[in-house]
T-cell receptor, first 109, second 115 residues
């Protein structure tokens, strides 16, 4: 079964609004990563949060991790049309990653 | 410039043909990975390698095979392509991780269509 599941599956917002995506996972982790994938392209790493961290920021991105609930959230503030993409969480162990089901974000002008 | 490359980007081929998808990285990474992804779906790990002469099967069973003769090169081969192999194939690489998995760098992908 999937290690990570994201919700919502799809999200449509207006430019300038904030977008929040959630990820739940099943087993214990060393770290959790978020990736972005533009349509038909490879994935791009956004941010990594370690299991002993609760929150991390990178530019307009804010990631939280709650290991007791086995969940993480990705917040994109002041969204732009260029943020339109699919977003995946990934959990690591033994140098392999297991990816979640992804959230498709559409930011409209 | 350090990067990861995949060729071809698109391939349309008939059933029964042998194909090789190329993946090369110039980042000096030891670890390389192949994922299969259907449109709008999650990624499934089908092969990985921790270094030269190391190859392992991933979480999703695949009829493809891989080889790792050189650090920078990790080709994937299908001996006899079938329509069920139609998918996007993504190659990735990563460096050593001190704890858990490190960031993976992805190529642009090969979109394979088998008629």
């Amino acid at each position: 079964s999937q290690q990570g599941e994201e919700d919502p599956q799809a999200l449509s917002i207006q430019e300038g609004e904030n977008a929040t995506m959630n990820c739940s996972y099943k087993t214990s982790i060393n770290n959790l990563q978020w990736y972005r994938q533009n349509s038909g392209r490879g994935l791009v790493h956004l941010i990594l949060i370690r299991s002993n961290e609760r929150e991390k920021h990178s530019g307009r991105l804010r990631v939280t991790l709650d290991t007791s609930k086995k969940s993480s959230s990705l917040l994109i503030t002041a969204s732009r049309a260029a943020d339109t993409a699919s977003y995946f969480c990934a959990t690591g162990g033994g140098n392999k990653l297991t990816f979640g089901t992804g959230t498709q974000l559409k930011v409209e002008l | 410039e350090a990067d990861i490359y995949q060729t071809p980007r698109y391939l349309v081929i008939g059933t029964g043909k042998k194909i090789t998808l190329e993946c090369s990285q110039t980042m000096g990474h030891d670890k390389m990975y192949w994922y299969q992804q259907d449109p709008g779906m999650e990624l499934h790990l089908i092969h990985y390698s921790y270094g030269v002469n190391s190859t392992e099967k991933g979480d999703l069973s695949s009829e493809s095979t891989v080889s790792r003769i050189r650090t920078e090169h990790f080709p994937l081969t299908l001996e006899s392509a079938r329509p069920s192999h139609t998918s996007q194939y993504l190659c990735a690489s990563s460096d050593h991780g001190l704890a858990g998995a490190n960031e993976q760098f992805f190529g642009p992908g090969t979109r394979l269509t088998v008629l």
